[in-house]
């Protein structure tokens, strides 16, 4: 079993910064891949990052590409996503996904556990 807890989001004017963090727990978090998900109001969750279980390899959703960073700090279980230049387009409740799988995945259906989300909103 794997508890994830999501932390950081807030309510941020557009152009801004956010950090959010997904603290992990109960498996070997080094071994398995991680990835980000939203989910607006009305809309089905939508891949946003994705990062391998070794941290070699990253792979974003076209629609954050050069604005988000996806990074993992194995020594503290912990998976971090830098969003610069927020839109108000980028507001949803941001969800952390751990994968069955050590590589990346943008497929919601590979993933086995998730957070309870945190919720971000990007005022205009």
């Known amino acids: 079993q794997v508890q994830l807890v999501e932390s950081g989001g807030g309510l941020v004017q557009a152009g801004g910064s956010l950090r959010l963090s997904c603290a992990a727990s109960?498996?070997?978090?080094?071994?398995?891949?991680m990835g980000w998900f939203r989910q607006a109001p009305g809309k089905e969750r939508e891949f946003v990052a994705t990062?391998?279980?070794?941290?070699?390899?990253?792979y974003y959703a076209d629609s954050v590409k050069g604005r988000f960073t996806i990074s993992r700090a194995n020594a503290n279980n912990t998976v971090y996503l830098q969003m610069n230049s927020l839109k108000p387009e980028d507001t949803a409740v941001y969800y952390c996904?751990?994968?069955?799988?050590?590589?990346?995945?943008?497929?919601?259906?590979?993933?086995?556990?998730w957070g309870q989300g945190t919720q971000v909103t990007v005022s205009s």
């Open positions: 990062i391998s279980a070794s941290a070699g390899s990253t």
């Open positions: 996904g751990a994968s069955r799988i050590a590589g990346i995945s943008p497929y919601r259906y590979q993933y086995a556990y």
């Open positions: 109960g498996r070997t978090f080094s071994s398995y891949g």
